[in-house]
T-cell receptor, first 115, second 112 residues
């Protein structure tokens, strides 16, 4: 089945620890994105990547890092520098071919809770 | 001013009702528009793209008014399964980045 997978579904972390969230897609999409969603709020863009080995900061990149070594993978690391990391993290991808603003398709998300 | 604004609702409507959501966007140069649906504690899913001429998909109709910079979604004959949050999405050209900007969503609750 083609799609976007995120793991784990739920993640608990102690304060001061770094944690890496996985995002994999087998849709052959060029662009991948990370968003954060807090209760009752919209999605906020953390990082995005339009091509392998390149990525750009979104609106709330502080305390996060990413890599894009393979087209199908875009892991997000939540570092200890992120002040309020508890949130729902969503990964998305889009074809980014002829139209630069293609619709995006989302993975099921990871709920991160900092204890 | 937010780039994309939506009435948060909730909109409580009976089954069979027609309900309309509006969304305004700030960047007149925006070119891509979408409606997404998000169920509680789930990921957003694409409902429909919005084209300049408007488009319809079954009970759902989307309209774009570029002059007034708003997008609408009309749902006819509401079903219980339509209960969800509807997200208005616009490309974020104003900020110079090539990514979509999401509104905070409008919550719909269809009641029996």
């Amino acid at each position: 089945d083609g799609g976007i997978t995120q793991s784990p579904k739920y993640l608990f972390r102690k304060e001061g620890q770094n944690v890496t969230l996985s995002c994999e897609q087998n849709l052959n999409h060029d662009a991948m994105y990370w968003y954060r969603q807090d209760p009752g709020q919209g999605l906020r863009l953390i990082y995005y990547s339009q091509i392998v080995n390149d990525f750009q900061k979104g609106d709330i990149a502080e305390g996060y890092s990413v890599s894009r070594e393979k087209k199908e993978s875009f892991p997000l690391t939540v570092t200890s520098a992120q002040k309020n990391p508890t949130a729902f993290y969503l990964c998305a991808s889009s074809p980014f071919r002829e139209k630069p603003y293609n619709e995006q398709f989302f993975g099921p998300g990871t709920r991160l809770t900092v204890l | 001013r937010k780039e994309v604004e939506q009435d948060p609702g909730p909109f409580n409507v009976p089954e069979g009702a027609t309900v309309a959501f509006n969304c305004t966007y700030s960047n007149s140069a925006s070119q891509s528009f979408f409606w997404y649906r998000q169920d509680c504690r789930k990921e957003p899913k694409l409902l429909m793209s919005v084209y300049s001429s408007g488009n319809e998909d079954g009970r759902f109709t989307a309209q774009l008014n570029r002059a007034s910079q708003y997008i609408s979604l009309l749902i006819r004959d509401s079903k219980l399964s339509d209960s969800a949050t509807y997200l208005c999405v616009v490309n974020g050209w104003e900020t110079g980045r090539r990514a979509l900007t999401f509104g905070s969503g409008t919550r719909l609750q269809v009641q029996p």
